[in-house]
């Protein structure tokens, strides 16, 4: 289903645009807007696939808002409307990037099927931005492992969704890999059945290449992120060695923009691998003793390897949670900063991994998606750019505090 997000001044026209696409069978309104000021901030939180912009909106030029998007969000479907167009509305509207024009009163028995074939041609985009080529310039890939010395603490969680951000609103080609090695879930999490897994690359691995990468990966339709995906036995994990983990993510690189690795928390010498080629490292943690005493070893470990602090950041996840243990408690025992929050959410998270489809897409406007959000913008270096689309923006919610912590900040 193509995500369509209208916006005109006219009740009337509104209407009768949403009445026609809804007609389409693969077309679905996700909003629609009679003014035009925050209309840029919600193309990313509602995944919105083809805007349909009329000249008259209210609160923009709607061109000039064009030409942004069209710089903002390279695979986005913009169809303009407008009352009897001049030759000079039809110029600037393609030169501001535009798919399509269509003139008012709308045909409505072809202005469906117009925005669908948008649609479509959006979808081909999104496919060819995905391979590098049509990128511009070299691809400078950047590596962020996910990592946490605790188990079951959200790291899969984090990764898979960040990894869907990433390939939705970079639009650059993005790649996951699955390094839990004997019990990798993210085909669970993103619901894909790969026919290749990374027990398949071992067998070609002097013939590996870019080309060949392709072929063991698996596409997640719905964001256009590739995944590794982990093998399907565990008994095969111990034929992943070292030197494969480096090769993979060597020839990986050279076609992904993002390659985003999710972590077992066992430490063993692959996750290691992993960590050293990572650019990043994001270090999760969470508000409970163990969870703070293990990412005090890692930390300490991290230091001595001489990751600095632009390597490695530390996300607090269930940030919200009451357990009388504040985010600047975990500051001050671990002596480093947060760099971002997490909070819990576990109807969303739950129903999520159950249906297999990640937050981040079935509910984007939840504080947990949208802080995954911020985060994605973070690993982008486009932090300025992000704003928080739900209701009620998330911060760290200090809670309790205290001396729970006093026996602990000792060492
Ligand atoms: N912020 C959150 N709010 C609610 N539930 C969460 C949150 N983060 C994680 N969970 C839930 O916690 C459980 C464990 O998460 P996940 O599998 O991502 O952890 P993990 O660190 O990858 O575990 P493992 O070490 O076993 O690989 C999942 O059911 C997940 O949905
Ligand atoms: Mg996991």
Known sequence: MARILIADSDDASRQ???????????????????????????????????????????????????????????ALGIV????????????????????????????????????????????QRRALLATSEFGSGPVHAKVVAVYSPQGGVGKSMLAANLAVVLARESGRPTVLVDLNLQFGDIDLMLNITPERTVAAVIQRMNQLDADLMESFLTLHDDSNLKVLAAPARPEYADTITTFVVEKVLQVLRERHTYIVIDTPSFLQDTTLTALDHSDEI???????????????????????????????????NRSNADVGISPEDVEQTLEYDISAYIPSDGRVAVTSVNEGEPFVLSQPKTQIA?????????????????????????????????????????G
Do not use: C
């Open 370 to 410: 949208q802080s995954i959000r911020r985060i994605a913008y973070q690993v982008m270096d486009r932090e300025a750019e992000f704003l928080d689309e739900s209701p009620e923006p998330v911060g760290p919610t200090p809670s309790g505090g205290g001396g729970i912590l006093g026996w602990f900040r000792g």
């Open 80 to 123: 303009l409307t407008g009352d009897e167009p001049t030759f000079d509305d039809l110029r600037a509207a393609l030169r501001a990037g535009a798919d399509d024009f269509l003139p008012k009163p709308l045909e409505t028995d072809t202005a469906g099927q117009n925005i669908a074939e948008v649609a479509q041609r959006v979808e």
């Open 282 to 316: 994001i270090l999760l943690t969470a508000l409970d003793l163990l969870a703070l005493h293990n990412t005090k070893t890692a930390l300490a470990m991290m230091q001595k390897l001489r990751y600095g602090p632009d390597k490695v950041k530390l996300v607090l």
């Open 16 to 74: 009768i645009l949403r009445e026609t696409l809804e007609a389409q069978p693969k077309l679905e309104v996700v909003d629609d807007l009679d003014e035009g000021s925050e209309l840029s901030q919600l193309i990313g939180p509602l995944n919105v696939d083809v805007v349909v912009l009329d000249l008259g909106l209210r609160g923009v030029d709607a061109i000039d808002l064009a030409g942004k998007l069209r710089g903002q969000h390279r």
